[in-house]
């Protein structure tokens, strides 16, 4: 996934950008409002995670500009505990929100939640054919039989699986795996896809490339 953190307080920002980094996702840090304001006006993530005290612009603000141009599942960081201020949270467009201070399985367990409500499942595995991908625990099982992948491939068969019946082009990819920091190029999409299908090769599923326009994933035929 391609997480947007909007956070001023740059000791929370970064532990929560180290962890999901570390699961292999791309990740972007805002620590004012112009700056979340800017990125969100010109970039489609896959998740929004959002305080709402920030400097310049307020995260009621950076959340109406996102409801206003996509349907990215936003979490809110909040330390309000008013019953009437989570109503007005959720009334802004927000898919769910967390209290401060929060615990990081819990966060992360609410951040795969809401972008599953997205896609329209409360399943935590996506699975195509006989392969499996639990969500939950990060964990690929072709034909039942657990396979390795590492953190790039892992979250390049997300991406797959998350898209199925569509073509995805080596930007779109870019746009998913990568945070602006990140400097990737399209050789390595070649490379990473090349491992993946190494590692699914006992599987009913393949990777297609349409050549000129990108990667689908389908069944064998």
Known sequence: MRILIVEDDKLISEAIEQRFIKQGH????AYD???????VSQTE???????????????????????????????????????????????LGADDYITK???????????RAVVRRRHGTGKSTLQVGDIEFDQASC?????????????????LLEIFLSHTNRVMSKEEIIDHLYGFDDTPNLNAIETYVARLRKA???????????RGLGYIIDMQS
Do not use: W
């Not at 791309?26 to 840090?29: I, K, L, N, Q, Y």
């Not at 201070?101 to 951040?111: I, M, N, V």
């Not at 072709?142 to 790039?152: P, Y």
């Open 33 to 39: 409002g112009n700056m979340a304001y800017a990125m």
């Open 139 to 155: 964990r690929v099982f072709v034909k039942g039989e657990e396979i390795a992948l590492k953190q790039r491939e892992l979250r």
């Open 45 to 91: 993530f896959d998740l929004v995670i959002l305080d709402l005290n920030l400097p310049h612009r307020s995260g009621e603000q950076i959340a109406k500009k996102i409801r206003h141009v996509s349907d990215t599942p936003i979490l809110v960081l909040t330390a309000r505990t008013e019953v009437h201020d989570r109503i007005h949270l959720l009334d």
């Open 101 to 111: 201070p929060f615990d990081f399985g819990e966060l992360e367990a609410r951040c």
């Open 200 to 210: 699914l090769i006992s599987s009913d599923v393949e990777i297609k490339t349409l």
């Open 26 to 29: 791309g990740v972007d840090c």
